[in-house]
């Protein structure tokens, strides 16, 4: 249960005692022997809690049993913060006999452990540990095993647990790691003197501001290990090996993976050689921060409105030893009042912390000449804590005599906690912010941009500051969004059931009426004189009926049917309830009579052997070739056909979500958004989890300003497929949208990252088959012959083109081998590759210029590549791809042109390096769907200008040409577009388009051109228009058999096209097939043929033989 207030309970709480109880010692090895005599010394805070009794060790124990306690204060953060983040040490301390002559006992430290009171913070009452006791010098040096190594057993415990259950779920714990400094100036020498290398940094807390030091950095040559333990943030552990945390390490992770500013490609080698070879500054140091919930939220508004936290980095001398008697160092005091040198600062971006479910921050970070002005303008502050900016992130120190645990800044801590006093000082450097900021010169921390320094921090929270919604919430919240469709179980068995018993009581009938009927004419029969004349027959037959309802057979038929014929009607037509009125009735009896002979008749015919008829054949068009259709309706303006084919697919199966989608899309081309909704609903209805779906529902939820449900949608698609580059983008779309900078930065930054690590692993698979490759391929030796005839030969070799599709051979419906491109296209299509454009439209006349000047430069003729060799293509790419051109294809691609505008500007802004040709093409491509024709074409101009040789750009100036029905143009355009190695976007709408120009021009090497380009069209993506092209090509031609097969095969995949069966009518009237003509004739009149012009050929042709129309 929440409390109301957690931090007024906070203040409010007593002092709560910390006992600490050290139990037993074993394995201690004194200077003098193996029983040494010793005792425990318990600090805290630099604090002496107590010392225990002096005790000998006895068969290699000592049983301490010694108690010492501290209060543990809750007036604010203080208490809990040092508790998490100061250790309690304890000292094992050998006491030798006494000297002569002395008065005092000499001691010896046999060693030193660290107690971790951590779990206290964590609600724990009370736990025990095994510590190792950590001997002085380098534990490096030393010969310790498992078997010789000193332990020590304590034992924790408080009376009531320090936090309750709602003020742990409100609180947080934030780690604090430096770990080093790489890359340092060149003029840090390792020799003496040497110098103590401090960071500080300050955190918004509940009061105030909390300020973390972190002291005592080594300048190293030996490179790091990369797994090393952390250390705690205190300066008065005199072992080595209790400096470091128990059970705390830090791990080197993949640089691509941390969140700072040297996490790219091009700084990997840089930072490889840095953390190698050449010196730093190694920290190691974690600094935990208790944050209760107020120093959360102000943390939380901190990283929302600056993003930024400055860390800074100083050189100090080294403190002078202390005094005898002194129980700490002097470090604080001189890094207070010496001299700061190499003041630099790092700027950390906290934003990461806010992304859901987000806890850890690590990355490098570079380090800049500290500035006061630069600071003000990164963190977008003024009247930054003004006591600490212009001396170094100095704060008045606050004093504490008694308490243990609060902070004493002379002996030994690392932070203070500014009071909201004000004083001359700050009341000055207020001032000094208002105004404008003199812009000092930093010489020596210049030195750091000279040698690239850089930082490694980590920042880890134990909770994460905005929570990440679940799957399963998520899950639900869409399921009560669009509830899922139910899975009723279809009731087979019990209609298969019914029918089966239906069956068994129809032959039953049967056997009880033959054998009726062998009892009757059976002996007639047998002796021959049965007559089968039809007469006889008839006069058998009402015998028979008469004897049966003479006798009550007949009635008893009735009732034997009657219980199966029930069970049909409840299970196979599940009617169970009256009917309203006599109508329905009537028409559901005739619907069953007719259902009921039939099934009669099937088991008539099992029983009596007779052979089944033919089963009717399934349909030979799958989905796939159904959206393939509706496309190309699509792309002909005729929406009504391709509204035929979706609905086709869904009669088919509307249990697939992929048929709802591509409906939906459908609809968004005609902006009819109502219909597109409820598509994309019932496809994430049949499927919860189809990512496309629930990104199209997002995106019309946005449009239609249902803000929060499009947020679900989008969370939702992208928790169901965490890896999808295409729904990290368009959430981080959605999120700018909103003005939510920081979610939006995440969600492209993760887009980023998945698509980097794509590509990386595209690239090996890629790098994997090119070697496979290599080793497979054997080279052929050429003769010396060849070699020299090499050059003449080259004129007569076909150009490479012809290794594509296009140029391969294909057998025709009717059985007859046809060439794909005869080699009158061949010839033409290697002319157009090294021949000039003559006068490219005018809406490219910058295109002129680069195209002609290009050509002229080439060689003519081009040299082809052998026929032998396939050509060379990329690939492995050069490029990374941009995760905002790859939503804004697929945004096109599903005509949602809003979002696609917003990534086509992020891709704007992104291009640094300037909008290449691929960017202005995908702008033309939006243009076209806006039907802003002026803007299409100055966005291919420029796309002209980058890159002439895209067959994108061609094939998009074609289909605007087309579309003004400049059709000389289009033809241009079009023929320069399939000249290219690499295909167009669309190929099927180019070849369909350019073989009707090629038609239009009635010309024999015209009807040519579009036979081989209609055949390429048929190869590549089969459908009735592509073959009803061949077909009329075909006719012009007159190959009469092939276009009559190319007609037939148009015919099987549409059959309700009217220019089809026109077509057929002329051909079957030029081969003289009468009754075929006129079949051909009624299907074309009865479908409502509107080409006048062929109509017009059908009735001259009709005319001139005489036959083919039944009404003349």
Known sequence: MHMENPEVEFRARNAVPVHITVLKARNLKGSKGDNPVTYVRVEYNNFQLGDSGKLQMTENEIEYNFTTSFDCTLDGIQGLDNLVHKPVILTVIELL????????????????????????AQGECTFTKTLTLYPLGNPLEQNITEETKCLVDIAVSVPEPLLSEAQLEESNLLRITTECAYSVPESWALAAPQFNYVVSLFLPTSISELRVLFTNGILKADKEPSIRPKRWPVSNIITIGAQNIPDSFIERCPYEDEDGELNHKEDWAFRR??????????????????????ALRRLQKHIAEFMYIPVEIKRLPLAPP????????????????????????????MAPLLYPGVKRIRGAYAIHPFNEHEIIEKTKRKNREATGVAGGLKGPPSHSKNAPNKVKDDKGPKEVYKKNSLNLKSILQDHLFDSEVANVLNVEGEQYIEARSYIVLEFTLEKPLVQKRLREELAKRIAEMIPPQPRFPRRTSGADKAVADYHNQIINVAKIIMDEYQEMFGQKLAEGKLSQELQDQEERKHKLIFELNASGKYFAFKEQLKHAVVKIVREKYLQTVAFENREQLQTFLNELYIYLVDQMHCCLHKMLHVDPPDPIPESVLGSAQLKHFAKEAEMNKDFELANKYYQERLARDRSIAEHWFDYGTFHLLLNDHAKAEECFREAVAVNQEHVYSLILCGILACMNEHYEDADNFFESARSFEPSSVLAWTIQGLFYESQDRTILSEMAFAEARKLQTAAETLKKSLDEVIIDRAKVTEVPEAEPENDKKDQPAATDETEPAVQETPSSQSVTSPGGTTTDMVPKVASNFISKKR???????AKVTDVLETIVTTTQQDEPAPVVPLPVNEPPPRETIPVCTKSIYMEAAKFLLEVNALQFATRAMAHEMLSNENGLNCEYHVVLAQLYILQEEFGKAEESLAEAGRIDHQNPDLWALLGHLSYMKENYTKAKEYYERALCYVNDALDMHTICLRLGSIYLQEEKLQSNKLAKSTYLFASQRAPSCLSWLGVGIACYRLNELTNAEDALCEANILCNTNAEVWGYLSLVCLKTGRKLEAEQTYKYAVKLNLQNKQLLDEIHQLQKTLGFGNPSL
């Open 97 to 120: 006999p006494k000297e002569k002559k002395k008065k005092d006992e000499k001691i010896i430290v046999l060693g030193q452990a660290t107690v971790d009171l951590l779990p206290l």
């Open 273 to 294: 050689e840095a953390e190698n070879e050449k010196k730093h500054v190694m920290w190691n140091i974690e600094r935990r921060c208790f944050m209760e919930p107020e």
């Open 322 to 349: 202390a005094k005898a008697g002194g129980r700490s160092s002097k470090l604080e005091k001189t890094e207070e009042e010496g001299p700061i040198s190499f003041h630099g600062v790092a700027y950390v971006n």
């Open 834 to 840: 090294i021949s000039s454009i003559k006068d490219p």
